[in-house]
Structure formats: C-alpha cells, structure tokens
C-alpha cells in the first residue's frame, strides 16, 4: 500500500529533527520514557475527561470496526499529550509498551524526540510522519498520524486523536480518515456542551416561572417539579419523582357535578387520549400551612420529532388573590345592585307624583307664566328620570345583569330607522342628517335592541353638541370581510385630545358642554353595550371642526356579497362600448394587500375584480363566476395557495383557468416550486405594479399594440 514517495517533508518536521540533534539525542539509541503519570493521577485525568473519553472512544470504536483486519492502533491524549488509552491491533501495541509507550506516558519532543502528538498539538493541525519522517530509526518501519480535536467555539485543545501502522501501510487516506474522526467528535462534543447549557437555562426557566410545572413521562412517572410546584402542593421534588401522577392525592383537583377529579385523571387522558386541557380551576390544599390555593390547570401531551407521544406537561397558575378578590368584588356589585334597586324605587314613587301632578297642572287654566314654571318641573324631572334610567343601566352592565343576545342584523335596516327616529331633533336644531346605505345589504353579529340603543345615542350626542346649521353624516365601511365600521361624522365643537378618554367615563361632562341636557354616562353606556357584543367603539376629533365617532362589529357569515360588490360601485371610469370586461379573481387574506390591487385596477375600467379571503371561497368563487384569471396568494389560512392550485387542476370547469401567484415568500426554491407545479407567473411581494399588469397583460392575451393604442390603457 506504500504508494506514496515523501518527496519533501514539512518545514516544521525538518526544525524538530535538528532541534534532536541539538539537544544530543542518538537517533540509533531509545529516548528515554521517563515522564509518565502516576496511577493515581492518571485515574483522576479520566475522570476528568470522562465525557470527552466517552465520546472519542464512541467514534474510534466504529473506526475500528471499519478498518477490521487492518493492522492500526490508535492512541488518544490529552492537551499536555499524555496517554489516556490506547486501543486496536494488540500486536502493535505489545511492541510499543515493550518500548516504553503506554497509557500514563506525556510525549515530549525535547525528551522524545520529533513525534505526530506533540507536532500535532504544536501546529494546531493534523500531522503524519512516514518511516524517516521520524529522528529516531526505530520507528522509520512505521507510519504515525495525529489530530488534535477541541472545544469547537473555544481555542483550547483538548487533546489529540493518533493512528500507528507498519510503514508500508501507510496511505494519505487514513490522515483524512483521522481528521473526519476529530470532526466528528468535536460536532459530539459541541453538541452535549450545547445541550447542557440548554439543560441549565430550560431549568432556570421552569424554576424561575411563577407557575407549577409538571412533566411526566409515558406512563405516567413524573419526570420534572418545579420549585413553584413544591410551593403549590407543599411536597418535594424528591417525594413525586419517578412516582405516578395517580399516587399522590394532594395533588389537586376539582368538583364536576359534584364529582371530585383529582389531577392526575387529566394527564391520564391526556396521555391516553392525546387530549388538551385548558384553565381548569383546581384546589390545592397545601401541607405547608399556605392554606387552600385556586389554580388554573392546563395539561397537554408532548410528541417527539416523529409525533410519537412520549409524555404529558401540566401546568397550574395560582389565581389565588385574584380569585378572592373577584369574590370581593361580586359581593360589592351585589351590595351595590341592592343600592340602587332601593334607590330606584324610593326616588321612583315621589317622581310618580312630581310628574303626575305636573302633567295635570299643565292641562289646567294657567297662566303664561303658570304653565313656564309647570313645564320647568316637567322638564328637570324627566331628565331625572332618564339620570336613573341610565344609572340602573350602567349597574346592570357593570354586574353583568344585562344579557346580549348575538344575532345576525342588517345595518342598512337599523340605521333606516334609527335616523328617521332622530331626524325630528335634527330638523328642530337645524341639522343636515345624511345617510347612504351600501348597496347591498351587510349583517352584522350582534344585539339589535343594543345596538340600536348605541347607534341612537351616538347620533343624539352628533344632533346635541353640534352647532347651528351643522351636519351629521353617517357611513359605512367594511374591513376585509370580517369587520365593519358604522361612522357618524359631526361638525361640532370638538373635543380637545386630553378629554378623549374622559368622555367614556361615567358622570365626566365636558365644560363646554355643561349648558347642554345629559346625564354624562350615554357614552359609558354605549361603549360597554359594544364591547358586550364583541365590537369597540372609538372618536377622532378636532376642536371647532367636529367628531367622528365610530362602532366596529364583527360581520355575520350571512354575508353573501363580494368585497368587490362594495368596490365596484366606487369605480370612477366606465369601459368604452367595445372593449372586453376582464373578471380576475384574487384570492387573498390580507385586507391591505386586497386593497391595494382593487386600488390599481380602478385605473383600468375593462377589470372587474372579485375577491376572496381563503382558499376555499377562493375555489366557490371560480367555479360560481369562472373568471378570465386568478391572482392566488400562497401564505392563505387553512388551505395553502399551492394546495388550492392543485385542487382547481382537478376540476374541469376551472382547469382552462391561468393562475398566476402573488405572494411575499420570494426565495428561488419557493418561485420554482409555484413553476413546477404548473402556476402561469410568479409575483413576489412588495408588487411592482407595471410588471403585475405586463403579466395580467401577457395572461389575458391583451397585445401591445392594444395597450399602445389606449384602448387597455
């Protein structure tokens, strides 16, 4: 196998030769082995290296066992090149123990002379030295080779990994084989250094949080229990490992039907079913006198790399304090209920009089000045009334008394008649009330008496703190196809920025709004009767210009229109009598990016859009409309961009279809795969917006000198 002429040897290999003969060394006579460690020593330099040593000889065992039958000995050291273990061809090495190399020596190169271990270390490389490669001639029958290995993302060598052979053996593959070895274990090694300052820091997190933290194996023996844990249940870490969570009864639970379940019975079915728990409220009765805990429980299974369950993890938050403090609070909403229940009726029975009375008087034979005052205690008294009307309103909300009921409402109906109820006071104060329904019906998910309550408040204030002759316009806008937006535009005094937030607290009246009848809570009132319905309320205003207020709801699934039924009526241009109308169908889920192509193709009046938020509507609508070109976003919920293609690919009716993707993931392996797969073109994100019309162009068959003669300009 001697295939290899050493024409030069390195310069590094020569120096130490002549450093030899410097120092007097006899190439003819054994150097001396003198420095070797004690057996005491020794045992504690592979204790300290245990990990390491685990490692190196994991890899050197299946380096051996490749190269079976093939006469080597390798010979592991550590950073100060003594021997920590030698292992392979035990002819090799009864020859070398015979010389004095063995488990314990530290190779010196001023003591023994040029060798790979020390040239190894020195030179921070792999080294070979190959028969006269060597000072000493008795081994120039031999061929060695040494890598040194460390710490990968540390400077500090740990140590060298060697290989021994005949001389005539020798070939440049085993210096290669020996520095893929010393990659090898070096990756190792990083890796469990690695992993053991993962250990530590996941520690340091799971013993830091303020939740109890438990983790069980398959079967059910808990495996990890945190500090915060030991503090919830009042046991240690020592008294629940390796136990099954069914085996300590303290450990939690809670009444269901008035049928205890304790923790454990979760995390079984957890782990037996792969079932998730959520903010089940527990008890924890702790053994260190900390008293009874409320806890809310969340437990779920936890899957390896091949989704193979291997294990449960539980976790419980002490809502303790919160938990009492609601207690608290419920019983002060019900102390305060009971207030104002007995505060209505008693303030109730002497107004009854005050207003009967008075509307009797004013149906009397009074005097001018008679029937002022009489309308005077007319009028401070409804506005009594309506003061306890509202407060027993808030308090019924603030107590939860009032109950909504969701239902699917069109707003163009409710605002039809909310308007016609208001207009009377507008015509009275000299206000221009203006409305335009959206041209095609949309509903909305909430209560109809509520929200009518909410809208009618919204345009009184508009009506009320408005100035003479002013307007009061309200509109309608959708976002996306899951929101929409109900503004009422005033132009009153406005409302200095530093009020804004005043205005939606009870009994909080503006100054300049102090001449003007109001109890100070509508706005409270409308704004929890909103959030009740899952929608929020919000106002921009500038002062001596006016106010918009605005409700925001949640749109029903009985919404049958298009976005593009909105949009099309807002198109500016018409198409000339002889041009083509283009349907393209965009499926896309970001409502910015939605209205940005709609915006674009308001330019081009021979384009009608229609849109889609998901893949699945995006396929209804191709096969209900079977447009001219589909634009398909990738990144789409549910179902995927791609996956969609491959389904409308399987449809006859759409099949003929372009389709051509748009999306923001705009690596070559994303572009390719979208060609691949059969999509006409490929548009990457921030759209550039000539070349999205070049290729609607190019996919619609519209020619250039088409484009050039205006008719598709």
């Known amino acids: 196998m001697d295939t290899t002429t050493i024409t030069q040897e390195p310069l590094y290999i020569t120096e130490s030769k002549q450093m030899c003969i410097e120092l007097g060394m006899d190439p003819k006579r054994l150097p001396s082995f003198a420095n070797v460690l004690s057996e005491k020593v020794l045992r504690q330099k592979k204790a300290e290296y245990e990990e390491v040593l685990e490692v190196v000889n994991f890899f050197v065992q299946k380096t051996l066992d490749l190269m079976k039958g093939f006469p080597i000995l390798i010979v592991i050291t550590d950073e100060n090149a003594s021997v920590l273990e030698m292992a392979g061809d035990e002819t090799i090495k009864s020859t070398v123990n015979a010389l004095g190399i063995r488990e314990g020596l530290q190779f010196e190169e001023e003591v023994t002379g040029t060798n790979s271990v020390t040239l190894a270390l020195k030179q921070r490389h792999a080294v070979g030295l190959v028969g006269q490669n060597h000072f000493h001639e008795f081994l120039h029958t031999s061929a060695c080779y040494s890598a040194p290995f460390q710490y990968s993302d540390v400077e500090q060598m740990l140590g060298t990994i060697g290989i021994m052979t005949a001389k005539e053996l020798h070939h440049p593959t085993l210096l290669t084989m020996l520095c893929n070895l010393t990659d090898s274990i070096e990756r190792e090694l990083l890796l469990r250094k690695q992993n053991r300052r993962l250990h530590i820091l996941n520690q340091i997190m799971i013993d830091s949080t303020r939740n109890g933290i438990i983790v069980t194996d398959r079967e059910g023996n808990i495996v990890e229990f945190n500090e915060y844990a030991q503090l919830l249940t009042g046991l240690s870490k020592n008294e629940v490992l390796t136990k099954t969570i069914g085996a300590i009864a303290q450990?939690?639970?809670?009444?269901?039907?008035?049928?205890?379940?304790?923790?454990?019975?979760?995390?079984?079915?957890?782990?037996?079913?792969?079932?998730?728990?959520?903010?089940?409220?527990?008890?924890?009765?702790?053994?260190?006198?900390?008293?009874?805990?409320?806890?809310?429980?969340?437990?779920?299974?936890?899957?390896?790399?091949?989704?193979?369950?291997?294990?449960?993890?539980?976790?419980?938050?002490?809502?303790?304090?919160?938990?009492?403090?609601?207690?608290?609070?419920?019983?002060?909403?019900?102390?305060?209920?009971?207030?104002?229940?007995?505060?209505?009726?008693?303030?109730?029975?002497?107004?009854?009089?005050?207003?009967?009375?008075?509307?009797?008087?004013?149906?009397?034979?009074?005097?001018?000045?008679?029937?002022?005052?009489?309308?005077?205690?007319?009028?401070?008294?409804?506005?009594?009334?309506?003061?306890?009307?509202?407060?027993?309103?808030?308090?019924?909300?603030?107590?939860?008394?009032?109950?909504?009921?969701?239902?699917?409402?069109?707003?163009?109906?409710?605002?039809?008649?909310?308007?016609?109820?208001?207009?009377?006071?507008?015509?009275?104060?000299?206000?221009?009330?203006?409305?335009?329904?959206?041209?095609?019906?949309?509903?909305?998910?909430?209560?109809?008496?509520?929200?009518?309550?909410?809208?009618?408040?919204?345009?009184?204030?508009?009506?009320?703190?408005?100035?003479?002759?002013?307007?009061?316009?309200?509109?309608?806008?959708?976002?996306?196809?899951?929101?929409?937006?109900?503004?009422?535009?005033?132009?009153?005094?406005?409302?200095?920025?530093?009020?804004?937030?005043?205005?939606?607290?009870?009994?909080?009246?503006?100054?300049?709004?102090?001449?003007?009848?109001?109890?100070?809570?509508?706005l409270t009132i409308t704004q929890q009767l909103v959030e009740l319905m899952g929608g929020n309320i919000g106002v921009q205003s500038v002062v001596g210009k006016g106010s918009r207020f605005w409700i925001e709801l949640n749109m029903s699934d009985n919404n049958t229109f298009n976005e593009s039924?909105?949009?099309?009526?807002?198109?500016?241009?018409?198409?000339?009598?002889?041009?083509?109308?283009?349907?393209?169908?965009?499926?896309?889920?970001?409502?910015?990016?939605?209205?940005?192509?709609?915006?674009?193709?308001?330019?081009?009046?021979?384009?009608?859009?229609?849109?889609?938020?998901?893949?699945?509507?995006?396929?209804?609508?191709?096969?209900?409309?079977?447009?001219?070109?589909?634009?398909?976003?990738?990144?789409?919920?549910?179902?995927?961009?791609?996956?969609?293609?491959?389904?409308?690919?399987?449809?006859?009716?759409?099949?003929?279809?372009?389709?051509?993707?748009?999306?923001?993931?705009?690596?070559?392996?994303?572009?390719?795969?979208?060609?691949?797969?059969?999509?006409?073109?490929?548009?990457?994100?921030?759209?550039?917006?000539?070349?999205?019309?070049?290729?609607?162009?190019?996919?619609?068959?519209?020619?250039?000198?088409?484009?050039?003669?205006?008719r598709y300009a």
């Open 251 to 522: 450990m939690g639970g809670y009444f269901v039907e008035g049928e205890f379940r304790a923790m454990g019975s979760f995390i079984r079915e957890v782990l037996d079913n792969g079932k998730k728990f959520e903010d089940i409220e527990m008890i924890f009765e702790s053994t260190n006198n900390r008293g009874r805990r409320i806890c809310l429980f969340d437990s779920l299974p936890i899957y390896d790399e091949n989704q193979v369950l291997i294990g449960a993890y539980g976790q419980f938050r002490d809502i303790t304090d919160s938990y009492e403090a609601r207690e608290q609070a419920e019983k002060a909403n019900k102390a305060k209920s009971q207030f104002l229940s007995s505060m209505s009726h008693e303030l109730r029975t002497p107004l009854n009089a005050i207003l009967g009375f008075a509307q009797l008087l004013e149906n009397d034979d009074l005097s001018p000045e008679q029937l002022e005052d009489t309308r005077e205690i007319l009028k401070a008294g409804s506005h009594l009334l309506d003061l306890i009307n509202d407060i027993l309103d808030l308090s019924r909300i603030e107590t939860n008394k009032i109950q909504v009921t969701v239902s699917p409402v069109n707003v163009n109906l409710l605002l039809d008649e909310c308007v016609t109820l208001v207009e009377p006071i507008a015509l009275e104060k000299n206000i221009r009330l203006s409305w335009k329904p959206t041209a095609v019906d949309i509903f909305v998910n909430a209560d109809r008496t509520r929200l009518k309550q909410a809208f009618i408040n919204l345009l009184s204030n508009a009506i009320k703190y408005n100035v003479d002759h002013g307007n009061v316009d309200v509109s309608i806008e959708t976002i996306g196809r899951t929101k929409l937006k109900v503004n009422v535009q005033d132009t009153g005094y406005g409302i200095p920025e530093a009020d804004i937030r005043a205005i939606f607290q009870p009994f909080r009246r503006l100054p300049q709004h102090s001449g003007i009848d109001g109890t100070g809570i509508g």
């Open 565 to 710: 039924d909105v949009f099309t009526s807002e198109q500016e241009d018409e198409p000339e009598a002889d041009q083509k109308i283009y349907n393209i169908l965009y499926v896309e889920d970001n409502p910015a990016n939605l209205l940005l192509v709609n915006r674009i193709f308001k330019r081009f009046p021979h384009i009608r859009l229609i849109s889609a938020p998901n893949a699945y509507e995006g396929i209804e609508s191709a096969l209900k409309h079977v447009p001219d070109l589909i634009l398909m976003d990738i990144n789409l919920p549910g179902l995927s961009g791609f996956e969609a293609f491959e389904q409308l690919q399987g449809m006859k009716e759409v099949r003929h279809i372009p389709i051509v993707a748009i999306s923001a993931n705009a690596m070559p392996a994303d572009i390719n795969r979208g060609i691949e797969l059969g999509f006409k073109g490929y548009i990457t994100k921030p759209i550039n917006v000539q070349g999205l019309m070049e290729t609607i162009y190019q996919m619609l068959g519209i020619s250039q000198n088409d484009i050039d003669s205006g």
